[in-house]
């Protein structure tokens, strides 16, 4: 595909590897799922510390993003990218000689800032590279690989839980980052020209962020996928104690039902992303907002009356799927309109979604492990505030700026705040 502004091709190595960049941070946060129990009792700490490591992976993840943005806008992709895949093969191994819960902590902590660059660059350098209906089929499958990867980690746990154990998981990781590094250094090479990158230090980060924050569009597309994503990450979090704890499946078993899960991400995903850019994206989110309530409301009624394992796998089907339908259309309308502000504008997205998934994942283990009912709640009230969100964010004034063109002509699309202007 070429890109229209510079004429330059992005073949199928560079377009792949940025694929593969925005994948190993949520594969980092979840591969170690299945064996999360054991992990519980190896280091002799209580379900809510465990679930702890989530969460500061998850945090680490949003705060990264934050960071990696606009230095990526100042300094360029492909610097930023290579410190960012060093740091984390470092904290991958360090993960894995934790002694103790407190250290697993903060080397997880440490594993998701580092992951959280290769998501920014992978979304940046893809705004650098494609144009019009190409850069939104190509935020389509990068947000669908993105949560399909989260989806995904547990299976390839617990299938690696055959022969090692929760250290040699995460030794795992750090082979993953060495490989990647070693791509990075042969395929990458610098997406964004000294002359368009931002100048001004951290007082035009501010007045970048403020720029980011004023539009209405924007935003809302940022809470919207944050919160679905929140529902998501409570999802990752508590499944693993309900499935085994509660309905005896193995870990293997577990890592099944999750597969079930990733082929409705990917197949729902690559649906949104076509109706999205063919329809309406307002019309695509209203659909993956429905799914997530539906879901939800699922996980609940099974708490509250002990409803059969069936009931729950569909839940967890419906949930995962309508996250999926919701992704596309929230990340082509959170960036499209900011090219010179790709990075930080990712970021922002990053924050939102493992923020928020940050907060929502320890809230499951409130009610102990086994309870299916906190899930359910937190997962119902991220669905609900969702559709809050949806609805109360009118009329098309509320955007700063015209909105991507499909490449193959002028076109209108709906967005999550109403029309969306054509680009000119």
């Known amino acids: 595909m070429t890109d229209t502004r510079s004429g330059r091709r992005v073949g199928p190595a560079l377009a792949t590897l940025l694929m593969l960049l925005t994948v190993f941070g949520p594969v980092s946060m979840d591969l ?69 819960i407190e250290t697993l902590v903060l080397a997880r902590f440490a594993q998701g800032l580092a992951g959280a660059v290769g998501i920014v660059i992978a979304q940046a350098a893809g705004r650098d590279v494609y144009e019009g209906g190409a850069l939104i089929r190509y935020y389509g499958r990068l947000t669908v690989l993105g949560g399909l990867a989260a989806i995904v980690g547990p299976v390839i746990g617990g299938q690696l839980a055959r022969f090692t154990d929760w250290r040699g998981l995460f030794l795992f990781l750090a082979g993953i980052g060495v490989v990647l590094l070693l791509a ?123 409803l059969p394992l069936p009931v729950v796998l569909a839940s967890l089907f419906v949930l995962a799927s309508g996250v999926a339908v919701t992704s596309p259309p929230t990340t082509s309308l959170a960036l499209a309109n900011y090219r010179e502000l790709a990075g930080t504008a990712s970021s922002v997205l990053g924050l939102a979604r493992f923020g928020l998934g940050g907060i929502a994942a320890p809230l499951v283990g409130l009610g102990g492990a086994g309870n299916a009912t906190p899930l359910g709640l937190v997962t119902v009230l991220s669905a609900a505030l969702a559709a809050i969100t949806y609805v109360v964010l009118p009329g098309d004034e509320a955007s700063s700026g015209p909105h991507l063109a499909a490449a193959d002509g002028p076109s209108s699309m709906i967005g999550v705040c109403g029309p969306v202007r054509t680009a000119r």
Request: proline share 4%.
């Open 32 to 100: 170690y799922l299945p064996v999360l129990p054991a992990l519980t009792t190896d280091l002799g700490a209580a379900t809510s510390a465990a679930q702890f490591t989530l969460t500061a992976c998850l945090v680490g993840l949003a705060v990264g993003q934050l960071i990696a943005g606009p230095l990526s806008d100042r300094f360029g992709r492909r610097i930023p990218l290579l410190i960012g895949i060093i740091a984390y093969v470092a904290a991958s191994a360090l993960c894995a000689i934790s002694p103790t």
């Open 184 to 306: 990075s250094l042969v395929i990458f090479r610098e997406t964004l020209p000294a002359d368009q990158r931002i100048s001004g230090g951290t007082k035009q980060t501010r007045r970048d962020f403020r720029k980011l924050l004023s539009d209405r569009l924007f935003l809302g597309a940022v809470l919207i996928c944050g919160l679905t994503h929140a529902a998501l990450f409570a999802y990752l979090s508590g499944a693993t104690y309900i499935l085994q704890g509660v309905y005896g499946l193995s870990p293997q078993g577990y890592s099944i039902a999750f597969g079930a899960n990733s082929a409705g991400f990917m197949v729902f995903g690559y649906i949104a992303g076509r109706t999205a850019e063919r329809w309406s994206e307002r019309g695509t989110l209203g659909i993956g907002i429905a799914m997530c309530a539906a879901g939800s409301l699922g996980l609940l009624a099974t708490g509250l009356f002990a």
